[in-house]
């Protein structure tokens, strides 16, 4: 947003412009307030995995686990309970093998976890299921492999039939919104015509529109146990250098039938965020991912940083940029805070 001069606007300047004026009262600093933090925009990321009363904490994040679909029940109507409604669920699967075969199985894990939490729950939560491959391939990327020039690559329209085929199972159990996380070309179109078929032309996509190629996804590949094999994610996901390339993708995705786009991180790429909200004026997610969260509680540990002030700092400023909703592992302790007060 600029801040030089309109013309529309009468700027009288100081003595008459005081602008602390807004600033000595608690309550007009509260009225005058324009970003709102809310447990109803925040999206909560669950790990679940096979077994029975699993609840393996990720030592790079703190107060997140690894968790069994009972479990994760349990997790569910707790962060429910403190006004979360939403969650996104990634799985790691017992078995992995070179297709990810085991992301389709109607008993999936996620599939599984689905059914759990809609018995659960009802209509009382926002059930997100991550769509990708990486955690059920053994080679760790996001699709199927071919060969491009003796190295092997993700095999982008080759993916696209088995992610259509992961979205509908995932549906069939129960998911409310699909977001797909691959970075694949025409991943929307094909999400979205092979829902359509299968009757549910309902359920909204959640794009990761504009995914970068990020470090700061560390702690999350020892959550989701899914780091690739060999190389890494760039052939899919985007050069941090670039900016006019995320509106491209955004364009694409929501040509396609995106009906919400992502920014992926979130706290480098918060001017991505906000040319993405102002070019496009549609529902805008941005993932606070697990390298952002693992740094605030890192030094909070050490007592460096002061971890309430600085997570709510953090998540107000995804907002300001754009956000409409936001995706991060604070989202109990966040829902905690504003209930607390
Ligand atoms: C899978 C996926 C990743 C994340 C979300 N979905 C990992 C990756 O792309 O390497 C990262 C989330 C986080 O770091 O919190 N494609």
Redesign the pocket.
């Known amino acids: 947003m600029s801040h030089l001069p309109d013309p529309a606007v009468p700027s009288p300047g100081f003595p008459t412009a005081r602008p602390r004026r807004l600033r000595y009262h608690p309550l007009v600093r509260d009225l005058v307030r324009e970003t709102e933090l809310s447990a109803r925009d925040l999206i909560l990321?669950l790990f679940v995995r096979p077994g029975r009363g699993v609840r393996q904490e990720i030592g790079s994040m703190p107060g997140n686990f690894q968790l069994s679909v009972d479990t994760l029940v349990d997790e569910v109507g707790a962060a429910r309970d403190l006004g979360i409604r939403s969650f996104m669920f990634f799985g790691i699967p017992e078995r992995k093998d070179a297709t990810g075969s085991t992301a389709l199985r109607d008993d999936g894990i996620v599939q599984q976890a689905l059914r759990a939490a809609r018995k659960a729950f009802g209509a009382d939560v926002l059930l997100i299921p991550?769509e990708?491959f990486?955690e059920y391939t053994d080679h760790g990327h996001?699709g199927i492999l071919h060969d491009r020039g003796g190295v092997p690559d993700v095999d982008n329209d080759a993916t696209l039939a088995v992610l259509a085929e992961q979205c509908v199972s995932h549906c069939r159990a129960g998911a409310d919104v699909v977001a797909p996380?691959?970075m694949l070309d025409g991943m929307v179109r094909a999400i979205r015509t092979g829902l359509d078929a299968a009757g549910f032309t309902h359920v909204p996509i959640l794009s990761y529109a504009a995914?970068y190629a990020s470090g700061?996804?560390g702690?999350?590949?020892d959550a989701a146990e899914?780091p690739p094999q060999f190389g890494d994610?760039s052939t899919y996901?985007m050069d941090p250098a670039n900016g006019d390339e995320a509106l491209r993708e955004v364009g694409l995705d929501l040509a396609e039938g995106a009906d919400l786009v992502m920014v992926k991180p979130a706290l480098s790429y918060l001017d991505i965020i906000r040319r993405v909200k102002e070019r496009f004026r549609v529902p805008v997610a941005a993932?606070n991912?697990?390298?952002e969260f693992a740094m605030v509680k890192a030094a909070a540990a050490r007592g460096w940083i002061d971890e309430r002030r600085v997570t709510l700092e953090i998540l107000t400023s995804i907002r300001r940029a754009g956000a409409d909703v936001v995706l991060t592992y604070h989202a109990r302790d966040v829902a905690r805070w504003l209930k607390t007060g």
């Open positions: 990321p991550d990708c990486c996001c996380s691959g995914k700061f996804y702690p999350f590949r899914s994610r996901q993932y991912v697990s390298g």
